[in-house]
C-alpha cells in the first residue's frame, strides 16, 4: 500500500506564486474580494513565496521594516503612497480597468 504523500497549502501557495505571473493573477483576484484585507494578505503570501527580504525590501522601498509589517497585518490600512510603493518595488504597476455597471 503505498500512502501519498501530502503538502501542506502553504507550501503549493508559495511554489505557485514564485512565478510572477501567476503571483500577478493572484493579486488581481484578490483585489475583486471586498474584503481590502484579502489584497493585503495576498500581497504578504507573494513578498513571502519569492523569498523577499522585508528588511531589503524596506530599504528598496523607501519604507521602515516596521510599517511595511504593519501595512501588511490583518488590520493594515496602507496610505496609497505606501501602497503604491510597495506595488511599484515588486516589479508590478496598478492599472485600472472598467467595472461592471
Same mark, same amino acid.
Given at each position: 500500500? *503505498?500512502? /501519498?504523500?501530502?503538502?501542506?497549502?502553504?507550501? *503549493?501557495?508559495?511554489?505557485? %506564486?514564485?512565478?510572477?505571473?501567476?503571483?500577478?493573477?493572484?493579486?488581481?483576484?484578490?483585489?475583486?474580494?471586498?474584503?481590502?484585507?484579502?489584497?493585503?494578505?495576498?500581497? /504578504?503570501?507573494?513578498?513571502?513565496?519569492?523569498?523577499?527580504?522585508? /528588511?531589503?525590501?524596506?530599504?528598496?522601498?523607501?519604507?521602515?521594516? *516596521?510599517?511595511?509589517?504593519?501595512?501588511?497585518?490583518?488590520?493594515?490600512?496602507?496610505?496609497?503612497?505606501? %501602497?503604491k510603493?510597495?506595488i511599484?518595488?515588486m516589479?508590478?504597476?496598478?492599472?485600472?480597468?472598467?467595472?461592471r /455597471?
Amino acid at each position: 500500500m *503505498t500512502i /501519498k504523500k501530502h503538502r501542506n497549502f502553504e507550501e *503549493t501557495l508559495d511554489e505557485t %506564486l514564485k512565478n510572477p505571473e501567476k503571483a500577478l493573477a493572484y493579486l488581481n483576484a484578490a483585489l475583486m474580494d471586498k474584503d481590502d484585507s484579502v489584497f493585503l494578505l495576498a500581497l /504578504k503570501d507573494v513578498l513571502r513565496a519569492q523569498g523577499i527580504d522585508i /528588511k531589503s525590501f524596506a530599504e528598496i522601498s523607501n519604507l521602515n521594516r *516596521t510599517n511595511i509589517y504593519r501595512i501588511l497585518s490583518p488590520s493594515g490600512n496602507p496610505r496609497w503612497n505606501n %501602497l503604491k510603493s510597495i506595488i511599484n518595488t515588486m516589479g508590478m504597476n496598478i492599472t485600472l480597468s472598467a467595472g461592471r /455597471k
